[in-house]
């Protein structure tokens, strides 16, 4: 007979006592089943730990042994509540693999959300809630928030994917707070001589400016520092048909890099393709069809916009690449001159190395 009620202060699965109670009985499992008015099967899984008290063996148990029902079923609540927390303890420290690919930094020092000395299972709780995941191993997940460019997936590129998906994540966080308007199309593609037009001023002018053309045009944009091992360069996510967020990133900042990176995102977002989220990746892989094509129209768009493919082309057969010649003509064409810089060691026509003073490395605090 019980007397006590059962009180579990370790994990132990309420078919232990069960077990118990069947040897002090002196009789086999079948038998108390019988007795107790259930399947054998039944018995046996609760006694092995493979099911739990049900409700309706509770009752059955209170009415055999004379105890209440909520003996059984604290019995159970007890035990279930030990497994999880055991469960999310488990979590969090298969989670501290995940927070060491990623730069604290950038959440500390730069978007300030997270307090410096703060203990890693409070850090992995925070940015679980942040980037709205019920664990960080999501984040491992290559087409968690992107489609999947690439074919394969080596260990070694988690060290990426991470860092990319809480990238492009805190982008959707910020852009969801910019308010815009409808996105408009023809106004947007109405105001890209005027985007162009800003290569040519500072930051702290043309950022401004810039940011609410974007957002008159239904298009919010997010620049962030360099998340390590990102290696992004810029990403367009669509929250609605109505609204895109173009996220920029200024590592190393540099004007070529960064105008580069802006327009060929403008592009991305003119193609309104609200179901898919592009990624300007430093290592792209290999691309489908499909974004083999959009992602040239992006690189065309790009280029032609900033240095117009006729003057681009008299330059070159002009065969002069001197400080000189490349000022005159990012003056002619209205350009900043470490675009054309820029332009010119991509195609080779300057060393890596040459003339790269002209490319002005820009301070842009978001």
């Given amino acids: 007979m019980i007397k006590n009620e059962y009180k579990s202060s370790i994990l132990i699965h309420p078919g232990v006592h069960i077990k118990n109670i069947i040897e002090d009985m002196e009789i086999n499992q079948e038998e108390f089943a019988k007795r107790l008015g259930v399947a054998p099967k039944t018995v046996s899984q609760i006694v092995n730990g493979k099911a739990n008290i049900s409700n309706d063996v509770a009752q059955k148990l209170s009415t055999m042994y004379g105890t209440s029902v909520g003996v059984w079923i604290n019995l159970q609540k007890s035990y279930d509540e030990k497994v999880s927390e055991q469960k999310i303890q488990d979590d969090l420290k298969n989670d501290e693999e995940v927070l ?11 978007l300030k959300i997270i307090e410096k000395g703060l203990h890693k299972h409070d850090k992995i709780k925070f940015l679980r809630t942040y980037f709205g995941v019920s664990s960080l191993q999501q984040l491992k997940h290559k087409d968690l928030l992107v489609n999947c460019r690439k074919s394969n997936c080596t ?3 988690e060290k990426n994917i991470v860092p990319i998906n809480a990238w492009v994540q805190t982008a959707i966080n910020l852009g969801k707070k910019i308010e815009t308007e ?3 199309s023809n106004l947007l593609l109405k105001h890209i001589p005027e985007i162009r037009s800003m290569t040519t001023q500072l930051p702290d ?6 940011t609410e053309i974007l957002k008159d045009c239904g298009v919010a944009l997010v620049i962030l520092p360099y998340l390590k091992n990102s290696n992004i360069n810029g990403a367009v996510r669509w929250v609605s048909p109505e609204k895109a967020i173009l996220a920029i990133n200024v590592r190393g900042a540099y004007a070529d890099f960064f105008w580069f ?11 309104h ?3 898919d989220t592009f990624l300007n990746y430093v290592r792209d892989g290999d691309l489908d069809a499909v974004n083999q ?7 065309e768009f790009s280029q032609y916009t900033l240095i117009p493919p006729t003057e681009y082309l008299d330059f070159i057969l002009a065969s002069d690449f001197s400080q000189t010649a490349i000022l005159a003509f990012s003056n002619k064409i209205n350009i900043h001159p470490g675009i054309v810089v820029g332009r010119l060691q991509h195609d080779g026509h300057l060393g ?3 003339l790269s003073f002209l490319k002005a490395k820009y301070e842009i605090v978001a």
């Fill in 205 to 210: 002018i043309f950022v401004p400016r810039l």
């Fill in 352 to 354: 890596f190395h040459q």
């Fill in 261 to 271: 990176a802006l327009f060929h995102e403008l592009k991305h977002v003119l193609q």
């Fill in 155 to 157: 260990p070694d590129e």
């Fill in 273 to 275: 393709k609200t179901k």
């Fill in 182 to 184: 409808v996105y408009n």
């Fill in 293 to 299: 094509v959009l992602e040239k129209e992006a690189d």
């Fill in 100 to 110: 060491d690919l990623l730069d604290m930094n950038f959440f500390i020092k730069f």
